[in-house]
């Protein structure tokens, strides 16, 4: 078996995608506007437009340093106007976002004002499918820059992005500013971009609504992540970079039988997850079937307790009854746009399992899940509910039982129909494009912490993020926003079974020593020949040798701080948030809360746990323990 990520790498290189600039639009708060100014972006963007909740009407525009260009934007104002406008405020470039004819332009551009102080003109046009570039010719003499974006209600921040291909059919030599509706989200989309044809002639990027937490006042913590992913700096250091992998894990490490899928899904996810209508469906569906935003909670007794503010992210209320559905919708999605019919997974505690018999019952697909002869017996609620959605439940036989030996037999199925079968892999682990797919998907947790944090606490970052790790979905979700964020940390807590030295265990941090596990090269519990040894924990879901290349990444580099957590010290934890606050958590989540045993915080401290999902499916394992 090899490694087949640098053999699908693309070649191409943008030679100066350094070089593109940036530019933040819709600004309007004064104290914002220093803050933002302080990322020293190349342009700043004023709306003067009265039909907008963007529009600047501030009597000055100060603290912006003279390297950033200050850039109005007018729609169909007099040119006396616009002269006005950039004396009073001392603006080096305009945007005009209206009908403005070439005649108009090339007035303005012929003023003392312009060509004294060689104040730039950038046209805007609104691209669709049947947009004429025809139209652009005219202009070229007359504007310093295009600007391309999507028709909103108002001009200025809607939001909406158009499809970017259409720019291979650029016939100009004419720099232009690349907008609309572009987020944190689309930092690889971009990269991607760059190193195609449509963007020889990309001078810059234009973002705005977006990066808001309201119509003019930007988050700052996330435009400056953007900022250095576009400018490549720090990009890599904690995500997946073009090959596969974090640091040195990851990769796609997989049989030639299986190259075709995994190839085909590596070419098309980044662009499929990028389509307009595929993240409209995506949204809709999380918004109106999985019920989301999850709420995050204010867990004031358990708080009280451990002296610190503790926030549990609800994604124990999601449908099913776990985070795993966010994922699950996504992939189903993009198995439909690829074509296939038949969908595999694998499932440990059996939430995957659930969650993915549910989106192929909403999508009416077949669906065969893989489950360890020994799961079943410990999670039969949820093995009847698969049944009950319409899938077929396969035990696996061999090894352990449990989580590793499905994940062998779904593999197994995958080469054997690999042109109809879409196999939903349900954690952050596999071969690439996996761990970054799945991740992607269940980055919508953090996102959502961010913005209700906020509202809580008038701050977007926690002080530390804690989730739960077998294989590590839940805990990518939680982290992803804040990776790059180093004021925040990350604590991952793996299940120590017995104990960490008992032999039963399933601490892979620990534990483990890289090598290869499910297509990825990763942290791995094995013997000094390689062999894989058998993981153990009291919870379904975390019994597994093995953990995501992210994680394994976060944890050689030290961004994320490694707990291990003992069967008894889960358990108890579990009982705690029951009897505190009346929530019954997965023995999983149980894990994430026995570390403020563990570990001391500071009464000031925002502690944001992953509750990655109820207890329901765990009754059994509760009452047996407990003796209930």
Not at 70 to 89: L, M
Not at 104 to 128: A, H, M, P, R
Not at 141 to 169: A, I, M, R
Not at 545 to 572: C, W, Y
């Amino acid at each position: 078996m090899k490694d087949t990520s640098n053999i699908t790498q693309q070649a191409t290189e943008q030679t100066d995608s350094a070089a593109i600039k940036l530019k933040i639009c819709g600004m309007k708060y004064q104290d914002n506007i220093e803050q933002v100014a302080s990322l020293q972006p190349d342009y700043l963007g004023f709306i003067f437009y009265d039909k907008t909740p963007r529009n600047y009407d501030a009597k000055t525009i100060t603290n912006v340093p003279e390297t950033i260009k200050k850039t109005g934007v007018f729609v169909n104002a007099e040119i006396s106007t616009i002269i006005k406008t950039v004396t009073d405020y001392n603006l080096q470039a305009v945007q005009l976002h209206g009908h403005e004819s070439p005649y108009y332009c090339s007035i303005l551009k012929s003023t003392k004002l312009f060509t004294k102080n060689k104040v730039e003109i950038i046209k805007v046009f609104s691209v669709n499918e049947s947009f004429n570039f025809n139209q652009l010719e005219p202009y070229e003499v007359v504007c310093d820059y295009f600007l391309f974006d999507t028709k909103g209600k108002l001009p200025g921040g809607n939001g909406y992005k158009f499809d970017w291909s259409l720019l291979n059919n650029y016939p100009s030599t004419k720099p232009f500013f690349l907008s609309g509706g572009i987020g944190l989200s689309d930092v690889d989309v971009i990269n991607k971009f760059k190193t195609s044809e449509a963007s020889k002639y990309c001078y810059a990027i234009d973002i705005n609504s977006k990066f808001e937490i309201e119509p003019g006042l930007k988050k700052v913590s996330a435009l400056k992540a953007f900022k250095n992913h576009l400018n490549n700096k720090n990009m890599n250091l904690y995500n997946v970079d073009e090959k596969g992998y974090y640091g040195e894990f990851g990769g796609a490490y997989i049989p030639e039988m299986l190259y075709p899928n995994v190839e085909e899904l590596r070419q098309k996810y980044l662009e499929v997850m990028s389509e307009p209508s595929f993240k409209e469906e995506f949204n809709q569906l999380l918004k109106d079937y999985v019920g989301r935003p999850s709420p995050l909670y204010f867990a004031k007794r358990l708080s009280e307790k451990y002296n610190t503010k503790i926030y549990l992210k609800r994604e124990d209320l999601n449908h099913t009854g776990a985070h795993k559905i966010n994922n699950t919708i996504g992939q189903i999605l993009m198995a439909k746009r690829l074509g296939k019919h038949r969908i595999i997974a694998e499932t440990g505690a059996g939430q995957h399992g659930v969650a993915t018999a549910t989106v192929c019952a909403l999508m009416g697909l077949e669906c065969i899940v893989y489950m360890g002869e020994i799961d079943i017996a410990r999670q039969a609620p949820n093995v009847a509910r698969m049944k009950m959605l319409g899938a077929t439940v396969v035990p696996a036989k061999s090894g352990s039982r449990t989580l590793k030996d499905a994940t062998n037999e779904a593999i197994r199925d995958w080469i054997n129909n690999p042109v109809d079968t879409h196999y939903i892999i349900g954690s952050a682990i596999g071969p690439h494009p996996y761990p970054d797919m799945v991740t992607r998907f269940q980055a919508v947790i953090s996102e959502e912490i961010k913005w209700q944090l906020l509202e809580h606490e008038n701050k977007e970052n926690p002080d530390y993020v804690v989730a739960c790790i077998g294989g590590g979905s839940n805990a990518a979700g939680t982290y992803y926003h804040y990776l790059h964020d180093e004021d925040v940390k990350i604590i991952a807590v793996e299940a120590a079974g017995l104990g960490v030295d008992s032999g039963e265990s399933a601490a892979t941090s620990v534990l483990g020593k890289e090598g290869i596990i499910h297509g990825c090269k990763t942290l791995l519990m094995q013997t000094n020949d390689g062999q894989i040894t058998e993981p153990y924990s009291i919870s379904a879901g975390l019994d597994y040798p093995g953990v995501g290349p992210m994680h394994a990444h976060l944890a050689k580099t030290g961004r994320a701080e490694f707990m291990s957590i003992t069967d008894d010290q889960a358990m108890n934890a579990g009982l705690e948030l029951c009897k505190l606050e009346g929530i019954i958590p997965a023995i999983e989540s149980s894990h994430a809360l026995a570390i403020f045993e563990q570990k001391t915080f500071k009464p000031d401290d925002i502690v944001v746990v992953s509750l990655s999902g109820r207890g329901d499916k765990d009754l059994n394992n509760y009452i047996e323990y407990f003796k209930i």
